[in-house]
């Protein structure tokens, strides 16, 4: 059964590199992540039932893949895509808008690390913050604004030359950010980031190469797992930091290769399945509502699957995320979950590839700051939904949302009430590539 799944990974990358030469394009986004989460079936071979599960988004993206080279083939490549980078600008308009959004992101750190007696504690806590950090949803959605905007401060930088000026404030805020994604415990609330800046580099100012992207993913996936080990037995006593490395026989936690594996092996082992009948879904309008409002408010999918299927082994210390097409599984059963999950998770990626070739394979959009934060709310999207491939519903939904989409738009707002200096030549600038793009069309 593992040989469908290496014909499939292997077809559905032939499709995705052999169609299109952006290393980033959303097709081969999810292979990548597929890949990441799955491959540790391959080490410890789970159920032909698992197998069968886990072929279903693989089959998923092979579609995709296709898809993706039908809406592509005769676009501009994303290296024919890049602008020339536009005049220098002195404006520090957007630098006061994105750190004036960056104030409350700050402000919410201060509050979690006072509320919890000072700095050793508030340490002492990341590895029990399921249960500790209950009640400060708004603080830890706050802290999550900062990383989003410090890709907007990035991208906004790249369309235009910038003084040193410029880049030392940039420094400094993903300084502030790194430091923050620490704080959260998160092995995203750190790494993320740094891929989206690259990948941000990629298509704003040079495509990096697939080998180079290879390797990237390679530090990163060992970063993460590296993280995963030292944040566990996470202290600060008496001024001295102790983490799970000093501690733990392992260096490297391998549990990610499984994320997409061990969720539907519980499911599948259950002698019954207990259905949530949507209610994990509903949770997306319910989450924000404190319980004590509302006592029965839906679980979210990781609790609910968590609680049935993995016998709340933490007791609500932790919890197991189901997956996206697990999540279907366990509202609705299989026939159904598995329907369900293909047109929903289709549909999904079918609208992200649309909006990738309308945005980033357009040449006649001109790159100015206005482009470079649409580019951020795209990656983003995309971020988000391959994260939604081994997550649950609510948590990647809502964070996508409250982190994410709503404060990108607020900076997108302000930068269309500020104009920034020099706007008119950026559009002049603009149909230029306009007509660079039209004669390129004609050459072929």
């Known amino acids: 059964m593992l040989l469908i799944i290496a014909i499939l990974m292997f077809i559905g990358g032939a499709i995705a590199v052999t169609s299109n030469s952006d290393t980033f394009s959303p097709a081969k986004f999810f292979l990548a992540f597929y890949l990441l989460f799955h491959v540790g079936a391959f ?44 005049p220098k600008s002195g404006d520090y308009r957007s630098v006061i808008v994105l750190w004036a959004l960056s104030v409350p992101s700050i402000f919410a ?17 990341i590895e029990t913050r399921v249960r500790d950090w209950s ?20 991208a906004i930088g790249l369309v235009r030359r910038r003084a040193n000026l410029w880049w030392v404030l940039f ?8 430091f923050l994604g620490l704080g959260t415990g998160s092995r995203g609330g750190m790494l993320n980031i740094l891929a989206l800046l690259a990948i941000t580099f990629h298509y704003l100012k040079r495509p990096i190469s697939l080998p180079a992207a290879s390797a990237l993913v390679v530090l990163l996936v060992g970063a993460a797992s590296l993280f995963g080990v030292a944040r566990s037995r996470l202290r600060i006593e008496n001024g001295q930091l102790t983490t799970g490395l000093a501690t733990s026989t392992e260096t490297f936690s391998l549990n990610s ?16 399945l207990v259905l949530a009948e949507g209610s994990t879904f509903l949770s997306f309008f319910t989450n924000a509502i404190p319980r004590e409002l509302y006592p029965d408010k839906p679980d979210t999918g990781g609790v ?20 996206f097409l697990g999540e279907w599984i366990i509202n609705f059963g299989y026939l159904a979950g598995i329907s369900g999950f293909f047109i929903a998770y289709g549909l999904l990626f079918n609208g992200l590839i649309r909006w990738y070739s309308r945005l980033v394979r357009d040449p006649d959009r001109v790159r100015d700051r206005l482009f470079a934060v649409d580019l951020v709310i795209y990656l983003h999207a995309v971020w988000a939904s391959v994260a939604l491939m081994v997550g649950e519903f609510t948590n990647i939904a809502l964070g996508f949302v409250l982190t994410q989409l709503i404060p990108l738009l607020a900076v997108r707002t302000a930068l269309v009430l500020i104009p920034e200096p020099g706007a008119k030549r950026a559009v002049r600038s603009g149909r230029s590539s306009k007509a660079a793009a039209e004669r390129t069309r004609r050459a072929r």
């Open 43 to 86: 080490f410890d071979p789970p159920t032909n039932i698992v197998v069968g599960l886990i072929a279903v988004p693989l089959f998923l993206a092979v579609l995709m893949a296709l898809n993706e080279a039908s809406q592509t083939q005769y676009l501009p490549t994303a290296r024919e895509a890049i602008a020339p980078t536009l």
């Open 257 to 272: 290769f499984f994320y997409g594996v061990e969720p539907l092996d519980y499911i599948t082992r259950a002698p019954q």
């Open 171 to 178: 420094a400094l805020h993903f300084a502030v950010t790194f």
């Open 109 to 125: 750190q201060y509050y979690m690390i006072n509320e919890f007696g000072g700095i050793e504690a508030y340490v002492g806590s």
């Open 304 to 323: 609910f699957f968590t609680v049935n299927y993995a016998g709340n082994m933490w007791q609500g210390l932790s919890n197991l995320t189901p997956t």
């Open 135 to 154: 009640g400060y949803g708004w603080a830890r959605t706050l802290i999550g604004l900062m990383s989003t905007l410090n890709v907007a401060y990035f």
